[in-house]
């Protein structure tokens, strides 16, 4: 089975850097994990008029208000299909600041109506947003956001432009370093930039069946909705 990101990318996933290819391309059926352990240089935040955003993120791991230099990272991806049917990757991040550890998790899908990737953010998929995904020149992945909209209960909408979190994140192998690397700037249209971080990881991999994913990097609830 090839993963969601090699069906996105058709024939552009060969472009990648081999080490990126490797990191996106393994599926449920793979029974394995990618672990990846490093330091976030920056991590960082706008002006003060964006902490009550970010603090309404921390309950569902999708936002946080601090901000620091050479924070410890953590980033686990498991493949998995979850209780849909649907091919799903994890995306569970940990910044561990001095007094406390962050989350900032989602959980991926392609979907096929939307010819996307759908990434379901926080604890509750409770918001989706559509992923737009290029190869750059070094041979990294280049994720925008896209639409975005809010999924709970009967409760269903897109989310305003006012109100969007567009993220632009570039990851990429650097050989010379032997590592990973990866920058995250997360905008708004009116408040101007929320928050990101910049860093490197290097990567473990283990042999994990999908009925073994430890239960923190499952989502709390499943949203059908795309």
């Known amino acids: 089975m090839s993963s969601i990101y090699q069906q996105q990318l058709g024939a552009d996933f060969e472009k990648l850097h081999p080490r990126i290819q490797e990191r996106l391309g393994f599926s449920s059926g793979d029974h394995r994990a990618f672990v990846g352990e490093g330091v976030m240089e920056r991590v960082w935040h706008g002006p003060f008029f964006t902490q009550p955003f970010l603090r309404a993120g921390l309950a569902r791991h999708i936002t946080f208000p601090e901000t620091g230099h050479n924070v410890p990272f953590r980033i686990e991806n498991y493949a998995y299909q979850d ?3 649907r091919e799903t990757v994890t995306w569970i991040r940990r910044f561990h600041f001095p007094e406390h550890t962050r989350c900032f998790d989602a959980t991926m899908i392609r979907s096929a109506a939307r010819q996307s990737i759908v990434d379901y ?11 737009d995904m290029a190869v750059t020149e070094r041979g990294g992945l280049r994720l925008r956001s896209g639409a975005q909209r809010f999924r709970e209960g009967w409760v269903a909408f897109r989310l305003p432009g006012v109100l969007a979190a567009l993220a632009d994140v570039e990851e990429w192998y650097d050989d010379a370093a032997g590592c990973y690397r990866i920058e995250v700037v997360v905008r708004n249209p009116v408040l101007g930039k929320l928050f990101g971080y910049t860093g490197s990881f290097h990567a473990t991999w283990r042999s994990v069946a999908p009925e073994h994913i430890p239960a923190h990097a ?4 499943y949203e059908a909705r795309e």
């Open 83 to 85: 209780p849909l049917g």
């Open 121 to 131: 953010l926080g604890t509750h998929q409770h918001v989706a947003v559509d992923i």
């Open 218 to 221: 499952l989502p709390l609830r």
